[in-house]
């Protein structure tokens, strides 16, 4: 009984070790096994390869065939794998070479296939194919000897610097030049130019007669516009501008100008800067700064609807609120913190006054605060307050402001303006509104079109109320043509109300 | 005694199973990768490599080299996981790369600079635009050669199956039509106008015959029912109705819209137009648009991740924040200094983006929730782009 338990216990023992055994080796075994299957295929596949080079070894060296087996139109000696007809020449073949049209076929097609594949190669080759070196910026780590690292060790600091690199990138002739001038473009002083003629008449329909009665207007304005990238996110800028011509406003006296480019009107037939600023960005870019000479309308009270004289209406009392109060571009500075969310603020100062000895005279002082808002799903809309401060009669003076502009639907915005300002007598009030529309309801997909109202109340009792319609049609990219009709109506100005009909044009051109 | 005999006969024999079972289950010798969507790709355009980063730890598991000059552009993996394939440009083939062992497993020559490409659903072709042939190049995926070359495209860039896989839409840059691909027969059916150029064009010749611009891509919508087309030139889109391949809305958008994205709840469609350097958000259910929105210069793609948007302006190292729920901006990113961004894929749990920065030879990834962003560096040489399987923002650029 005990050698039998012995003998269990033994076999017991046995299968354990088997176990274990099995545990080790049938895995090595399975991949041994596997290994040697990949092996032999491989040697499969080697085999089957030396087989059709030796098939096509022999192949060329058969003797070439007679001229007239020729494959589009080409003799054959010049393509000697390729001596087997398949078409109606086929008759005329040796008997001999009849039993393989078949092949010859195959080595035709695999002739086809080298070829088109080296005419790929070629394809690919014929560019600039050397490894290219470029300079790129690298963070490196550097210990208190001076010695650098690519990764970070105890006592290192890390280091922006420039080291060159090599690389394989195959490219084309094209893109090489393309890189070439895009880099070119980048380093040199960019030019723009914005022209534009604008023909206008005057048609008195209501008041006494005046001597602006079926006369016409024209001005012309050139504007050069320089942008030099000086640094790291800072920017040059400086427009020159040059205007000629007699502007309506001229002869017909208004709260506000007829003609936006006049105000941009110094002195006729010569060129004045307008604007030369250079702009910074600073904390990630969300706080920017210009500093120069400024047109602060630029920065505050701006508008979707009715901003712009060069393109949307041409009246300055929808361009601008009149109760900024800013006539003329002057130094000074402009903050705006845009973190790009809902909300920004913009704060700024510019003098606007040609006279002022110092720049302590006539200091315009603004601030605004806008948001972003999507009311009762509508598309965005634009809200802005705004306030300033003027100490160009010596005592400060303050205007308030807001201005809007609302998608109503993609196509449509509504836009508005409000504005009261401080004066010697009381309070001047100008109020604005309209509607602008693009895409769907246009001509032309870049065409644009709008109607708007401005009304100006001075404490005075000069009063003003304007209705103009425009229809821009974008002629070419570079080139467009605008239509205008404005309606002036002016109380307070002569002993009876004046009004005219100003129809004008518009031609601009922009590159 | 009997007791310890019988267990020790329990042991034993459990022992020769498993040693049996373990010589099946213990993973073959050169397996890298047992799971293919617990990684990331990264396409290195300038190491000429396609690279695979661990999602969980951000660390690179392997790279595949392609050769010299191959210059690869987008990769993508195969439905099952089991392969990744992607173009050489440079080089005129296809390469197919073997996940589990991350070998090359073939190169088929195709046409001239191969892109992008797709997938059908079923896994067992896979379409090679090659733009510069004017070609796509349908490559079966069992016997891993190119099996036909469908001609008659112009500048063909991004392909869309349909969800049934029956039918492929094929964007054309150098033109502004997109093309049907029957996939049964792997052959273009026909050609859908997106829009005509306008009128007043004939004004200006030189803008339209210098360089065109048309679409790039077809973006499908998640019940595969339409298709919405951006055509850069004529800044519109249009919407495919998928049934009957006709446009059924023209949408304008902002300049020069590169293409729509789908938001990946299905509600909005999102253009990214350089020419005014804005977005426009498509409503799906109206087909209209329902905020332009500011965002930079040169963008490159749209994330979707936590309830946001994720713009990328290549030029400016930043990345635009866009709320979905409100439509507004919700800030931006400042990804670093002097950075040229490419595209980005999304994690399938939409939480995380994996953000090539080539110039600086990095991921960045970035936490879709709390903005947070990592660098992981020295993945390749200029990483072109991301892909993670079954992302709903694979894309390419």
């Known amino acids: 009984m005990s050698n039998l338990c012995h003998e269990r216990l033994k076999l017991l023992i046995c299968c354990v070790w088997v176990g274990f055994a099995a545990i080790l080796v049938l895995p090595v075994t399975g991949i041994a096994q596997e290994q ?24 060329a060296l058969e003797p070439d065939p007679a001229p007239a087996y020729t494959l589009a139109g080409m003799p054959a000696q010049q393509m000697p794998q390729m001596a087997r007809p398949t078409g109606g020449q086929q008759a005329q073949a040796p008997s001999a070479e009849a039993s393989v049209p078949e092949e010859a076929e195959q080595t035709v097609q695999e002739r086809l296939a080298e070829l088109e594949r080296r005419v790929s190669e070629l394809e690919s080759t014929t560019v600039l194919s050397e490894p290219e070196t470029r300079v790129r ?293 100008f109020y604005s509104s309209g509607l602008s529309f693009q895409s769907g309801l246009v001509v032309n997909p870049s065409d644009t079109w709008g109607i708007g109202y401005a009304q100006g109340q001075l404490a005075t009792g000069e009063q003003e109320k304007l209705v103009e319609g425009y229809y821009n049609l974008g002629l070419t990219e570079r080139l467009r043509l605008s239509f205008h009709l404005q309606y002036f109506k002016e109380w307070g100005i002569a002993p009876r109300p004046v009004a005219y009909l100003v129809p004008g044009l518009r031609l601009q051109a922009s590159f | 005694m009997s007791n310890t005999r019988r267990l020790m006969g329990i042991f034993g024999l459990t022992a020769v199973i498993y040693g049996a079972l373990a010589g099946v289950t213990v993973p073959a010798q050169g397996i890298k990768i047992t799971d293919p969507t617990s990684v990331v790709l990264i396409v290195n355009r300038d190491s000429n490599d396609i690279g695979f980063m661990d999602l969980k730890t951000n660390t690179m598991i392997g790279k595949v080299f392609l050769g010299n000059n191959v210059n690869p552009h987008m990769a993508m993996m195969s439905p099952d ?183 990946h709840d299905g509600r909005y469609a999102i253009t990214i137009n350089n020419g005014d350097e804005t977005i426009s958000v498509i409503d799906v259910s109206s087909n209209r648009v329902v905020a332009t929105l500011d965002a930079g210069p040169d963008m490159t793609g749209v994330n979707f991740a936590a309830g946001k948007a994720f713009v990328i302006s290549s030029s400016t190292s930043f990345v635009y924040v866009y709320d979905m729920d409100s439509l507004k901006p919700a800030g931006r990113i400042k990804i670093g200094t002097n950075l040229q961004l490419e595209t980005a894929t999304t994690d399938t749990a939409d939480e995380k983006l994996y953000l090539a920065s080539s110039t600086d030879h990095s991921i960045y990834v970035i936490d879709g929730r709390t903005e947070d962003v990592t660098r992981v560096a020295n993945v390749g040489l200029f990483p072109w782009g991301t892909h993670i399987m079954d992302s709903k923002d694979n894309y390419c650029h």
Not at chain 1, 36 to 59: G, S, V, Y
């Open chain 1, 36 to 59: 040697a299957e990949d092996r032999q295929a491989l040697l499969d596949q080697i085999e089957m390869i030396e087989k059709r080079l030796n098939e096509l070894k022999a192949r």
């Open chain 1, 137 to 429: 910026q690298v963070q490196v780590w550097v210990d208190e000897n001076g010695i650098e690292y690519d990764h970070e060790v105890p006592g290192s600091r890390p280091v922006i610097t420039y080291q060159r690199e090599r690389v394989f990138r195959r490219q084309t002739i094209s893109e090489k030049i393309e890189e070439a001038l895009s880099e070119e473009a980048e380093s040199s002083v960019q030019v723009g130019v914005d022209a534009a003629i604008v023909p206008q008449g005057a048609v008195q329909v209501e008041g006494d007669d005046t001597e602006a009665n079926g006369r016409v207007y024209q001005l012309a304005s050139a504007d050069l516009f320089f942008t030099a990238r000086i640094a790291q996110y800072t920017l040059f800028f400086a427009d020159v501008v040059g205007l000629t011509g007699p502007p309506p406003d001229s002869e017909i006296p208004g709260l506000t100008l007829i003609n936006g480019y006049t105000a941009r009107l110094v002195r006729q037939n010569e060129l004045n800067v307008r604007e030369a600023w250079v702009r910074t960005e600073l904390f990630s870019q969300q706080l920017a700064i210009n500093a120069g000479r400024l047109d602060l309308t630029n920065y505050f009270d701006r508008n979707a609807g009715a901003n712009d004289e060069t393109s949307q209406f041409i009246s300055d009392g929808l361009v601008n609120n009149p109760a900024l109060g800013l006539s003329t571009n002057g130094a000074g500075v402009a903050l705006v913190l845009d973190p790009r969310r809902s909300v920004n603020f913009k704060i700024g100062f510019q003098q606007s006054n040609t006279d002022a000895t110092s720049l302590s005279d006539s200091i315009f002082s603004l601030a605004e605060v806008g948001y972003l808002a999507t009311p009762f799903s509508l598309g965005e809309g634009n809200y802005r307050v705004w306030g300033r401060m003027d100490n160009s009669t010596g005592n400060n003076r303050t205007a308030v402001g807001v201005s809007f502009d609302q998608k109503l639907a993609p196509m449509v915005t509504l836009f508005g303006r409000f504005g009261t300002s401080q004066s010697d007598t009381g309070r001047d009030h």
């Open chain 2, 81 to 263: 996981g089991r392969y990744v394939v992607t173009g050489g440009t440079r080089a005129n083939k296809a390469y197919i790369i073997d996940v589990p062992t991350l070998t090359l497993a073939k190169v088929v020559p195709v046409d001239i600079a191969p892109e992008h490409l797709a997938f059908t659903p079923d896994g067992r072709y896979y379409y090679q635009g090659n733009p510069d042939g004017d070609t796509l190049s349908v490559i079966d995926m069992a016997s891993m050669t190119e099996i036909k070359r469908i001609a008659g495209f112009a500048e063909p860039l991004n392909v869309t199956f349909t969800p049934d896989g029956t039918k492929a839409y094929i964007g054309n840059y150098g033109s502004h039509w997109v093309g049907v691909v029957d996939v049964t027969r792997h052959e273009l059916l026909k050609k859908i106008q997106v829009a005509a150029p306008p009128g007043v064009a004939k004004l200006d010749p030189d803008r339209y015959l210098s360089e065109i611009k048309g679409i790039n891509n077809a973006s499908i919508t998640n019940d595969g029912r339409y298709l919405y087309a951006a055509d850069s030139d004529l800044g519109v889109v249009g919407v495919i109705d998928t049934r009957e391949d006709k446009v059924v809305k023209v949408i304008r958008v902002g300049k020069d819209p590169w293409r729509a994205y789908m938001s």
